[in-house]
C-alpha cells in the first residue's frame, strides 16, 4: 500500500476533533512510538507532534484542551466601549452636533470615529452595538418641557411623604386619570399571505369616547365613560361618585388638567377636604402616573379587537373597562411598569 505522504492542515478542523487528534498522538508517543511515525500516520508533520508533546509535558493533560480560538482582537478596547455605551445611552446625537434626534448605526460609526479614531464597516457597529446589550428601540415621546429634577423631587420626596401620611390617616391611595378611545384607532397586525395585505372589517365611523378612572394599588378601579370634553363639572360628578364608593379619606395623585385646578373644582376640594386630598404630579410627566397604563392596555384590546358593525364605541369601551376592572390582578400589574418603580419603593411593596 503506497505511503500517504500529503500533510493535512490541522489548523482546518474543528477544535473538538483536533482535540481527539492531539490526545490520541501523546498517547501513541506515550505508549513507545516514535514521534515521526506517529506523524506521518496522522498525517501531520513531525513538528506538530513535537509541539503537542511539549505542551502535554509543560501542562499537562488540559493542556490539550480544545479552546475556541480568540479571534482578531477587538478595535475598541473595553474601556472605549464603555464610553461609547454612555454616550448612546446619556445623550441624544443632537446633544453632539448632529441633526437627528434618535441613533442610528450610520451615526454611531461617525461618533467612534470622531472620539476613538477608528473607522469600522456599518456592520461591525450593528454588532458591537449588540454585544454592549443595547437593541434597536421605539422610543417613549417625552416633552422638552419636562423638569428631570422635580421628577427626581417628586419620585424620592415628595411622594413619600404622601405615602407616610395616607398610611398615618388610614387613608385610600389612588391615581386618576383620563384618555380617549378613538373608532378609527391603529389596528394590530394579523397572519396573511405574503404579498397579499390582510383585511379586517370595521365600522367607518371617527367617534370618540373618553374615560376617567382611578386605581389604587390593592387592585380597585373606578371609571367614568363620557363624550365631549372634561370639565370640572364632569369632574366634580366623578369624585363625587369616587366618595360614595369609598369609605374614609382618599389621597388621590393627578396631574394638572384644567378641570383638576379650575376655580369649581378647588372649591369642592375645599369643603371635602377631610374626605378627599389631592396631589399634582410633576409636569409633562404623564409616564409617572400608573393610571396612565391602563389606557395602553385598553387601546391595545381596541388594536386586537376592532370594532364590528353591530357594535357602538361606548358601549364598547364600557364593557372593556368593566373587564379590566373585575380582574384585581391586572389592575395591580399596571404598577409592575417600570417608570413607576418608585410607587411600589415607597410602599415597599
Not at 47 to 74: E, H, I
Not at 126 to 135: D, I, K, N, T, Y
Request: hydrophobic share 40%; net charge positive; glycine share 6%.
Amino acid at each position: 500500500m503506497p505511503e500517504m505522504t500529503e500533510k493535512r492542515d490541522a489548523r482546518k478542523l474543528h477544535r473538538d476533533a483536533l482535540e481527539e487528534l492531539r490526545r490520541l498522538a501523546v498517547s501513541r508517543v506515550l505508549a513507545g512510538e516514535r514521534q515521526s511515525d506517529v506523524a506521518r500516520s496522522l498525517q501531520v508533520t513531525r513538528t506538530t507532534v513535537v509541539r503537542w508533546m511539549m505542551a502535554y509535558r509543560a501542562g499537562g493533560s488540559d493542556a490539550l484542551t480544545a479552546r475556541k480560538s480568540p479571534g482578531r482582537p477587538p478595535t475598541l478596547t473595553e474601556k472605549q466601549r464603555a464610553k461609547l455605551r454612555t454616550i448612546i445611552v446619556g445623550k441624544n446625537p443632537q446633544q453632539l452636533g448632529f441633526g437627528m434626534a434618535l441613533w442610528s448605526v450610520r451615526i454611531v460609526s461617525q461618533v467612534i470615529e470622531r472620539e476613538f479614531g477608528a473607522v469600522l464597516h456599518d456592520t461591525t457597529v450593528f454588532r458591537l452595538l449588540r454585544s454592549m446589550g443595547l437593541v434597536p428601540r421605539k422610543p417613549t415621546r417625552q416633552a422638552f418641557q419636562r423638569d428631570p429634577d422635580e421628577c427626581e423631587r417628586w419620585a424620592s420626596s415628595v411622594f413619600p411623604d404622601i405615602v407616610r401620611t395616607a398610611k398615618r390617616q388610614q387613608a385610600i391611595l389612588a391615581f386618576l386619570d383620563e384618555s380617549g378611545v378613538h373608532e378609527d384607532a391603529p389596528i394590530g397586525t394579523t397572519w396573511g399571505e405574503k404579498g397579499t395585505r390582510p383585511v379586517a372589517r370595521v365600522t367607518g365611523g371617527r367617534a370618540r369616547v373618553n374615560v376617567i378612572s382611578a386605581i389604587t394599588t390593592r387592585g380597585q378601579l373606578w371609571f367614568r365613560c363620557f363624550r365631549g370634553t372634561l370639565n370640572a363639572a364632569r369632574f366634580i360628578e366623578f369624585l363625587r361618585d369616587l366618595l360614595h364608593d369609598v369609605r374614609g379619606k382618599v389621597h388621590l395623585v393627578l396631574d394638572k388638567h384644567p378641570a383638576h385646578v379650575a376655580a369649581a373644582t378647588r372649591r369642592f376640594l375645599a369643603e371635602k377636604r377631610h374626605r378627599i386630598e389631592v396631589h399634582h404630579l410633576p409636569g409633562y410627566a404623564p409616564d409617572l402616573n400608573p393610571d396612565e397604563h391602563v389606557w395602553s392596555y385598553l387601546k391595545g384590546m381596541f388594536r386586537h379587537e376592532p370594532l364590528q358593525d353591530d357594535e357602538t364605541l361606548g358601549a364598547a369601551v364600557a364593557a372593556a373597562m368593566n373587564d379590566i376592572r373585575a380582574d384585581r390582578k391586572l389592575v395591580r400589574s399596571f404598577f409592575g411598569h417600570p417608570a413607576v418603580a418608585y410607587v411600589k419603593q415607597a410602599l415597599s411593596w
